[in-house]
């Protein structure tokens, strides 16, 4: 498995400024959450995420991943919610501790409309912007380098840890380890395995920040950016707009009332 | 977050402190309010959006605790991190695939709190949620602070002497669990509707066909679930270093200067 899950492709979304993205993804995230209604998550899946996706070329790996992770957990929400909320008071349906009522299926719709966006935005982010231009951003942007030393670092070195996991545990098996079928007793194969591992990932630690701190690592002079990220004059002032609508979205239902 | 010198000594440590004091007020006055203001769920929705304040609360102190730690690091502890980042999620993904009724998400982030501190678990803590949601799933996001919360208890139960004792740690671990069941029932409860996993929601219905309040059903179900498996990963990681030896141990100055751990014979440093 790779580490990360962009996808490389040549699109408007891809050629947006990193920061505009996410600033976009945390507004819309706002909006969704402060307004309660169901149709406000659903509109802005529709007519913001999925256009997005589609123009972006990533549509159907979005849809694939949307489903892999919203699927099982929308379909309890509708039955846990449906079922048993505790504010039901429209019984549809009746069966002993359980009532089918419309406040649920409601509740449900809400907050399942709510995690769409939520999970198909954040993909999406991920899927169209590389984790190092995203980090190369936030850093021109006055984000603290140690943030996206420790991000760019994990993501190189998962795969590692993983190869390292795996010729322990092919070592200990050597030795005689059995690994049982019992996944409960498998638990006690983690204990021969995260010895060494931490042994051997800390003791590489010492040599790393003594390479680091030669190259000048924990000094805190403002440095020129390498690779430029692209900005535009367009999405400076949609960074300030976005925020402004979702502050409105804040206050819109306290001056509407209710509905 | 800044742009700021770290040489500037105690302006630089003041401006720290307070980002930490003011991210944890935050959060704790975005638990109080969710718990005592119990704000209507979605029916009759003229309230304060409890969803939005849920998340926006717990996010913004995340991140300024984060960022007051930050600078507090020495150079090896934020080369440390990534490590105890990647054991987190390698370890956490192991359970899923082994379909373990445990998450076991935070063996990292307690290592790295027992060798080098609250700080560093922080920091810890809230990248490993940041990195998860970028390669395997973002809906743990919104459970980052649980992760800062871990590593702040950790840090500090290693700092006070419960890694001395083989025995004390569980405990430790099991009050951890419990603090982290109560923080994270809010956004369970408001920002996923009590669904966070198909397993954990269907207890979730079961409570609240008992006639509990979606809250309530959400910190019961925590409760049940969290304190095993911090008490798990406590035990886990005491048991590793326990085994380990001790000049690698001792290497730490965070383990040096509180005597993290009781062991005869190096104390003399």
């Not at chain 1, 990932?201 to 190259?215: I, K, L, N, P, Y």
């Not at chain 1, 924990?218 to 900005?231: K, N």
């Not at chain 2, 502890?77 to 359970?95: E, K």
């Not at chain 2, 979730?204 to 066909?209: E, T």
Request: glycine residues 8%; aromatic residues 8%.
């Amino acid at each position: 498995m790779s580490t990360t899950l962009y996808v490389e492709r040549v699109s408007p979304v891809h050629r947006l400024n990193p920061v505009t993205k996410l600033v976009a993804l945390l507004c819309l995230l706002v909006v969704v959450f402060a307004i309660a209604q169901w149709w406000v998550g659903v509109g802005v899946l529709l007519l913001v995420i999925v256009p997005a996706a589609v123009a972006s070329g990533c549509g159907g790996v979005l849809a694939g991943f949307a489903l892999r992770l919203l699927l099982p957990v929308l379909a309890m929400l509708v039955l846990v919610q449906g079922l048993t909320y505790p504010g039901g008071q429209t019984v549809l349906w009746e069966w002993g501790p359980l009532a089918l009522t419309t406040e649920g299926l409601l509740f449900a719709a809400t907050i399942g409309a709510r995690l769409a966006c939520l999970v198909c935005a954040s993909v999406l982010l991920v899927l169209t912007t590389h984790p190092g231009e995203l980090m190369s951003a936030l850093t021109e942007k006055g984000l603290s380098p140690k943030f996206s030393y420790i991000i760019s670092s994990t993501l190189q070195l998962i795969p590692s840890f993983r190869d390292r996991a795996d010729s322990i545990l092919l070592a200990q098996q050597a030795r005689g380890l059995a690994v049982p079928r019992n996944p409960l007793r498998r638990l006690g194969v983690l204990m021969p395995l995260l010895g060494p591992l931490v042994l051997g990932m800390f003791t590489d630690v010492e040599e790393r920040s003594t390479a680091m701190e030669a190259r000048g690592f924990g000094s805190t002079a403002r440095r020129t950016s390498l690779v430029p990220v692209p900005d535009t004059t367009a999405q400076r002032v949609a960074r300030w707009v976005m925020p402004a609508l979702a502050a409105v979205a804040i206050v819109a239902p306290f001056v509407w009332g209710s509905r | 977050m800044s742009t700021t010198t770290t040489g500037q000594g105690n302006a630089n440590r003041t401006r720290n402190l307070a980002l930490i004091v003011i991210g944890t007020l935050i959060v704790l006055a975005t638990y109080l309010y969710l718990v005592i203001a119990q704000p209507t769920e979605l029916a009759d929705n003229a309230s304060a959006p409890a969803g939005l304040i849920a998340m926006a609360g717990y996010l913004v102190g995340a991140v300024l605790i984060a960022a007051g730690s930050i600078h507090r690091l020495s150079t090896v502890t934020i080369a440390m991190v990534p490590v105890a980042i990647a054991l987190n999620i390698v370890v956490g993904q192991l359970v899923v695939v082994l379909a373990l009724p445990v998450y076991l998400d935070s063996i990292g982030t307690v290592l790295i709190s027992v060798l080098a501190g609250p700080a560093a678990g922080v920091v810890t803590g809230i990248l490993t949620n940041v990195i998860w949601g970028l390669i395997l799933s973002p809906s743990v996001l919104p459970f980052a602070v649980v992760q800062v919360v871990i590593g702040l208890m950790a840090g500090y139960a290693a700092r006070y002497g419960m890694f001395r004792r083989v025995w004390l740690a569980p405990i430790a671990g099991a009050v951890t669990g419990v603090v982290a069941a109560m923080i994270s029932a809010p956004i369970a409860a408001f920002v996923f509707g009590g669904v966070t996993a198909p397993g954990t929601g269907a207890l979730v219905g079961m409570f609240q066909a008992w006639g509990n309040s979606l809250l309530a059903s959400t910190t019961f179900q925590g409760l049940l679930s969290d304190p095993l498996d911090k008490l798990l990963s406590f035990t886990v990681v005491v048991l590793i270093l326990t085994a380990l030896p001790s000049r690698f141990l001792q290497r730490f100055p965070f383990v040096r200067e509180y005597r993290v751990f009781r062991r005869p014979g190096v104390k003399a440093a």
